[in-house]
């Protein structure tokens, strides 16, 4: 095996530990926002500091095959793949730490009914399993899977859409809480930007089995479709 191969393999498990880290920290938070859990939320807060330290050490890592080695072709996809993976899981993690922070405001100001009006427990399943999902199509190189992710956070939209007016509804009766409202607003917009974390995940996979982003490829698609309908046109 080459020495390249061994760092890239060592790179790979490094970005694993820091996807399963992040995904736990998904599950963990799942159950303490259902449960209103404060010590749950707590130890999600504090493994915060972990996921920072992943962050850092992966970067560095990332640094140094491409100062030692030099990659080239699939090797260096990957390393630049990982690079910008590793921030958006880093980005997760500052997510989940905000929302953790805010569940004792919840508990303490709001009621259960709220929390199903806002539909909060299905955009967090939604969330979590897209994540889930885009990671899995990165470490597979599963490109067709990878492909799958872009529409599956419409849902996850219309949910972040319906829950802002409702709380925008609720601010404008009671004034007096919109401070209170604000803590759940700023949950569902979390969840939903873990969710646009997690399609750019998705487009990275694409990118390191393909080697074009795959905004590109979908550019080149809509051109060509364009050029199609006009030659038809014309014809």
């Given at each position: 095996?080459?020495?390249i191969?061994?760092?890239?393999?060592?790179?790979?498990?490094?970005?694993?530990?820091?996807?399963?880290?992040?995904?736990?920290?998904?599950?963990?938070l799942?159950?303490?926002?259902?449960?209103?859990?404060?010590?749950?939320?707590?130890?999600?807060?504090?493994?915060?500091?972990?996921?920072?330290?992943?962050?850092?050490?992966?970067?560095?890592?990332?640094?140094?095959?491409?100062?030692?080695?030099?990659?080239?072709?699939?090797?260096?996809?990957?390393?630049?793949?990982?690079?910008?993976?590793?921030?958006?899981?880093?980005?997760?993690?500052?997510?989940?730490?905000?929302?953790?922070?805010?569940?004792?405001?919840?508990?303490?100001?709001?009621?259960?009914?709220?929390?199903e009006?806002?539909?909060?427990?299905?955009?967090?399943?939604?969330?979590?399993?897209?994540?889930?999902?885009?990671?899995?199509?990165?470490?597979?190189?599963?490109?067709?899977?990878?492909?799958?992710?872009?529409?599956?956070?419409?849902?996850?939209?219309?949910?972040?859409?319906?829950?802002?007016d409702?709380?925008?509804?609720?601010?404008?009766?009671?004034?007096?809480?919109?401070?209170?409202?604000?803590?759940?607003?700023?949950?569902?917009?979390?969840?939903?930007?873990?969710?646009?974390?997690?399609?750019?995940?998705?487009?990275e996979?694409?990118?390191?089995?393909?080697?074009?982003?795959?905004?590109?490829?979908?550019?080149?698609?809509?051109?060509?479709?364009?050029?199609?309908?006009?030659?038809?046109?014309?014809?």
């Amino acid at each position: 095996m080459r020495l390249i191969e061994s760092e890239i393999q060592q790179l790979k498990f490094k970005i694993l530990d820091m996807a399963e880290l992040v995904q736990f920290q998904l599950d963990n938070l799942e159950v303490a926002l259902e449960k209103l859990d404060f010590d749950l939320a707590r130890k999600v807060r504090k493994k915060e500091k972990k996921v920072d330290k992943y962050d850092t050490k992966i970067d560095k890592r990332c640094e140094r095959i491409i100062a030692l080695f030099q990659p080239v072709a699939d090797d260096l996809r990957f390393v630049f793949s990982v690079l910008k993976i590793n921030g958006y899981l880093e980005q997760i993690g500052d997510r989940i730490y905000s929302i953790a922070v805010r569940i004792p405001e919840i508990k303490e100001k709001h009621d259960e009914k709220l929390m199903e009006d806002l539909q909060l427990a299905r955009m967090m399943q939604l969330t979590k399993n897209i994540v889930s999902e885009a990671l899995v199509a990165f470490f597979e190189e599963d490109v067709e899977r990878s492909k799958t992710i872009f529409g599956k956070d419409d849902e996850i939209d219309h949910i972040h859409e319906a829950a802002f007016d409702k709380l925008v509804r609720r601010i404008q009766k009671k004034p007096q809480r919109a401070a209170d409202y604000l803590h759940l607003f700023l949950i569902v917009r979390n969840l939903e930007k873990i969710a646009d974390f997690a399609v750019n995940i998705a487009e990275e996979a694409i990118f390191h089995q393909q080697g074009t982003p795959y905004k590109e490829q979908d550019e080149e698609r809509n051109e060509e479709e364009g050029d199609g309908e006009l030659r038809k046109g014309n014809s």
